[in-house]
């Protein structure tokens, strides 16, 4: 691999989320052969880099996020040898690979937890995880009121042996996920181990699930609304976490990356983060979270780059991902055309994404349009779900495995005569198959093809620097030097475009003016750049 070249500074990567890209022995389950199989598929799509979702043993009860083993594969998704397979199979292609690194939580069934719970309080063993006595008489109630992210108390009552008292641990998400205990140095030696197995092995990048709650307020107060320090959320000495593991990948030869997934109040929060010494990137899920407006847009993209340029590091861009509602979905507008509504939002979403420097994190399935699907509750399997009694919708419906073939059994995600996928995919789905917009010219899968392509020859040679200029209400217009310019039109009336060559148009009616709903990449003059496409 080549040496330090930042390449992750305005990569596009992959999510693939391994349970459901590709299925190779037929379990209903997807795999790494499975994902080796369609490497040159991602490779033809234009992306950088790959980002895979946990593959460790694991129980599964949060789908891999429940980790029993950091250094070695579940055999239902594979082998060790077949991880290495698909980390050859990538470099050859010319792609990178972030694994998916849960530091906050084990399983419940990792021997480090199943050895607390034999100790008793006050054991070591004990005090790698959150164990702690109970308030009130008896100790029958919660150490605290934080609550689990799945709903419920986020701690759950272990009875103590012959003569040892009970005490509670702490599950910030699901029970069977404890909380490891970071102030513990045993826990830090134990990661630093597991960073270089992986390291060694030669992955490119790491992304760190849940990186904002490692560190605990020690003293475990109550939550309160309106608390100077969150005793949980992006406390200081998460921090010094992220600065021990960034001394490790540089010791590293190529160039090795970490990005954070953590949520704070505003993007100087986050860009703590991405401070000199620490993580390269944090994902940046405001876009995310956001409804479809130009105005939310232009204060994110606004707010996002004052505040990674302030520490010099590069912004990250994300539309999507294997826990929000899928974009179609979520700019769909009521009424029969809902959908179709929120495809033409989504291709206009993408543009404006893949417009702006920095880098851009594209979830399997949004290249074919996929929406959200309303899974049967019955055949739902999301924790959230299960947990909450039914309270939280889940995030079965945008996991639903890929449809890469129309004609074949499970829409070709499983071969012939395997066992139905792990979640059911909707009698349409053959429709939107890989192989069905192959064949289309005008699909979203062409376009994606398109856009991808056109950003890295083209776009990769433009100027860091954007500038978002004034404009009609309810459009955005972005420009880059030289000579590009990206428009998108969020508002009910069609908008008039800039001087200068269409690129590239998100929208199936292009016309002088550009309609609602859509974006569009225009070339303004000034070097010769677009001869390059
Ligand atoms: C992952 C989720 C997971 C949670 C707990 C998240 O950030 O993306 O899928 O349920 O961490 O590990």
């Known amino acids: 691999m080549p040496g330090r070249d930042e390449w992750w500074r305005n990569a596009a990567c992959y999510e693939v989320y391994l349970r459901s890209f590709a299925d190779s022995d037929g379990d209903g389950i997807g795999d790494l052969p499975g994902l080796r199989s369609r490497l040159r598929y991602l490779r033809d799509l234009g992306v950088d880099a790959l980002w895979i979702t946990p593959f460790y043993p694991s129980p599964q009860v949060d789908h891999g996020y429940d980790v029993s083993d950091y250094t070695d594969v579940d055999p239902r998704f594979g082998t060790l040898g077949d991880f290495d397979a698909v980390l050859e199979g990538a470099h050859q292609m010319g792609l990178r690979v972030i694994i998916d690194l849960v530091p906050n939580h084990t399983s419940a069934q990792h021997t480090g937890f199943r050895a607390a719970m034999a100790a008793g309080p006050g054991s070591p063993e004990r005090g790698r995880y959150h164990f702690r006595p109970g308030q009130g008489r008896g100790g029958l109630r919660p150490p605290n009121n934080w609550r689990s992210a799945f709903g419920g108390p986020a701690w759950t009552r272990v009875p103590g042996a012959e003569g040892q008292a009970d005490e509670w641990y702490l599950h910030l998400h699901h029970q069977e996920q404890p909380d490891l205990n970071w102030?513990?140095?045993?826990?830090?030696?134990?990661?630093?181990?597991?960073l270089r197995f992986w390291l060694d092995r030669g992955v490119d990048g790491l992304r760190i699930d849940v990186a904002m709650c490692l560190a605990k307020d020690p003293r475990y107060p109550d939550l309160r609304r309106g608390d100077d320090r969150h005793p949980y959320h992006n406390r200081p000495e998460v921090h010094e976490i992220y600065g021990r593991w960034r001394a490790v990948l540089d010791s590293y030869p190529g160039d090795r990356m970490m990005i954070a997934e953590a949520v704070a109040p505003d993007a100087a929060g986050l860009a703590r983060y991405v401070r000199a010494g620490e993580c390269h990137q944090v994902f940046n899920f405001a876009w995310l979270?956001?409804?479809?407006?130009?105005?939310?847009?232009?204060?994110?993209?606004?707010?996002?780059?004052?505040?990674?340029?302030?520490?010099?590091?590069?912004?990250?861009?994300?539309?999507?991902?294997?826990?929000?509602?899928?974009?179609?979905?979520?700019?769909?507008?009521?009424?029969?055309?809902?959908?179709?509504?929120?495809?033409?939002?989504?291709?206009?979403?993408?543009?404006?994404?893949?417009?702006?420097p920095g880098s851009a994190y594209v979830f399997q399935g949004e290249e074919l349009?996929?929406?959200?699907?309303?899974?049967?509750?019955?055949?739902?399997?999301?924790?959230?779900?299960?947990?909450?009694?039914?309270?939280?919708?889940?995030?079965?419906?945008?996991?639903?495995p890929i449809p890469w073939n129309k004609g074949e059994q499970s829409c070709g995600f499983s071969p012939a005569g395997s066992s139905a996928p792990w979640l059911p995919q909707p009698q349409s789905w053959g429709e939107l198959s890989v192989a069905d917009q192959e064949r289309d010219s005008s699909s979203t899968l062409?376009?994606?093809?398109k856009a991808l392509r056109i950003r890295r020859t083209v776009l990769g040679g433009l100027d860091d620097g954007v500038v978002i200029l004034p404009s009609a209400p309810g459009t955005l217009v972005l420009a880059r030097d030289p000579g590009f310019i990206c428009v998108l039109n969020c508002g009910s009336r069609p908008a008039r475009p800039p001087a200068g060559d269409l690129i590239l148009s998100s929208t199936h009616r292009p016309g002088s003016l550009l309609p609602p709903n859509s974006a569009a990449w225009f070339h303004t003059g000034g070097t010769n750049w677009v001869s390059r496409r």
């Open 183 to 194: 102030a513990s140095p045993a826990v830090g030696d134990e990661f630093e181990s597991v």
């Open 289 to 356: 979270e956001t409804r479809w407006s130009a105005a939310d847009f232009r204060r994110i993209i606004k707010d996002t780059l004052d505040a990674v340029r302030a520490v010099n590091a590069s912004p990250t861009w994300v539309l999507a991902s294997h826990d929000a509602v899928r974009t179609v979905s979520r700019y769909a507008t009521s009424g029969p055309n809902g959908n179709a509504v929120g495809l033409e939002r989504a291709r206009a979403a993408l543009l404006v994404m893949l417009s702006l």
């Open 369 to 400: 349009g996929l929406p959200q699907v309303d899974v049967p509750p019955s055949a739902r399997r999301d924790p959230a779900w299960v947990q909450s009694g039914g309270s939280m919708p889940g995030r079965d419906g945008c996991r639903v």
């Open 446 to 449: 062409a376009f994606y093809r």
